[in-house]
């Protein structure tokens, strides 16, 4: 068998020519030259923490079903003369608006968007049938295992804070109406503290010209959006959710994240890799590869604006709960115990740098980022930055993280499964308290 060769050394990261500028209307546009295809990106960010969670899902559901002057059909057809869509969607954080176009039919895109944004009607009709799908994706979450340990988790890692809860039930979605998503609209949807990032093969300043001529209409200022800070972690009995007959177990923990500004984000990033984080992590190599419980158990810090948390997640076999609950704290626990090993450290490095070079290497991938990164007043430069700090990271930093933040003491566990079958497993690990 031949040997692999040697990996290349980490190639530098590049970021391309940006512009950024604030509107009179008070939004932040930030253009990015990006010449790989002749297509161009676009983002927008506003925020919309706090917004009734019913309200806020169908809004973005349906604020491309129409304007005073352009029906659904009119918006989709705009578009498609200049090879574009645009779509909506909606967090605890913010609403986006992600899109793309030819680089010929910006001026079009940003056209239509304008329009939506200061004259979307919300027609009785388009929302009567877009409430009717999203009652019927609602319940249809409610009887996936991920969707319903997720609830759980949540509730349990936020308690009354308003992350704790992030999808509505269907009945508060039937009795949402058209008005109230107007009313909804005209509040919130507003430029003041939103965020327009445009990725294309264009030079920035022109794409900001003609976000400025578009949206010049678009006024408003911004509504108090701001979510409070995250709770800290309360650790405690591990929270049992049953569900009868089930022939598997989700399994998710949750540990202390840190935002992306704090300085020890980048040690803390490669710790969650060696742990769970990537294909050849340690979590992964146990319990698929060595035991066979799972099939992909992955590890992740999951970022919001009010705080950010490391999750956890695996779907084992129920006769295996319990074992497979006992190695990951063996897992997590040895990594807050003993430094890691230069190689298996330069390896999980050398996956987080090039997965940032990758995220970054098309248009739609640096628009996304950009937008992302501005929410949190962030700018592209944080990449170089970060990548910097994942190269610089050794051995010592990684272990400090993983002794602060990873500890199994520190984590909150919630178990989605047959209780009749699994809770003696679990209590027989830890202290184990129903849903």
Do not use: C
Request: aromatic share 4%; hydrophobic share 45%; net charge negative.
């Amino acid at each position: 068998m031949r040997e692999l060769p040697a990996l290349g050394p980490n190639r530098k990261l590049k970021l391309p020519k940006q512009a950024e500028q604030t509107l009179d209307n008070g939004l932040t546009v930030i253009a990015i030259r990006r010449s790989a295809v002749p297509l161009v990106e676009l983002r927008l960010r506003v925020p919309f923490g706090r917004a009734p969670l019913a309200r806020a899902m169908l809004l973005s559901q349906t604020l491309f079903s129409g304007t005073s002057t352009m029906s659904t059909t009119d918006i989709a057809a705009g578009l498609q003369t200049v090879g574009g869509a645009l779509d909506a969607g909606h967090d605890p954080d913010r609403l986006l608006i992600s899109g793309n176009a030819l680089v010929t039919g910006l001026d079009r895109m940003l056209e239509i968007l304008a329009g939506v944004l200061t004259d979307a009607t919300y027609p009785t009709d388009e929302v009567a049938t877009e409430r009717e799908v999203l009652v019927d994706h609602l319940q249809v979450a409610q009887q996936q295992p991920a969707h319903l340990v997720r609830v759980a988790l949540l509730k349990r890692m936020y308690g009354r804070h308003p992350y704790a809860v992030q999808t509505p039930e269907p009945g508060q979605v039937k009795g949402v109406r058209p008005g109230q998503l107007r009313a909804l609209h005209a509040d919130r949807v507003r430029p003041d503290g939103a965020t327009l990032v445009i990725v294309g093969d264009l030079p920035p300043e022109r794409a900001i010209e003609a976000a400025a001529k578009a949206l010049d209409g678009w006024t408003g200022l911004a509504r108090d959006a701001v979510v409070p800070p995250v709770p800290p972690l309360e650790t405690g009995p591990l929270v049992l959710v049953d569900r009868p007959g089930s022939v598997q177990s989700s399994l998710r923990i949750a540990l202390p994240g840190l935002p992306r500004q704090h300085p020890d984000h980048a040690a803390l990033q490669l710790a969650n890799l060696v742990f769970g984080g990537y294909f050849s992590s340690r979590w992964t190599e146990n319990i698929r590869e060595d035991k066979g419980y799972t099939y992909g158990p992955h590890s992740g810090i999951e970022h919001s604006v009010a705080g950010s948390a490391l999750i956890a997640s695996a779907e084992v076999a129920t006769e295996v709960t319990g074992p497979a609950l006992l190695e990951t704290r063996y897992e997590l626990g040895r990594l807050a115990s003993l430094p890691v090993e230069a190689e298996e450290l330069e390896q999980a490095r050398r996956y987080a740098l090039g997965s940032l070079q990758l995220g970054i290497s098309t248009q739609a991938g640096l628009a996304t980022h950009a937008a992302e990164y501005a929410g949190y007043g962030l700018r592209l430069d944080y990449l170089a930055e970060h990548a910097a700090k994942l190269a610089a990271a050794t051995r010592e930093d990684v272990f400090t993280a993983a002794q602060q933040y990873l500890a199994p003491a520190r984590a909150v566990t919630v178990v989605l499964g047959d209780a009749a079958a699994v809770e003696g497993q679990l209590a027989a690990l830890t202290e184990v308290q129903r849903a």
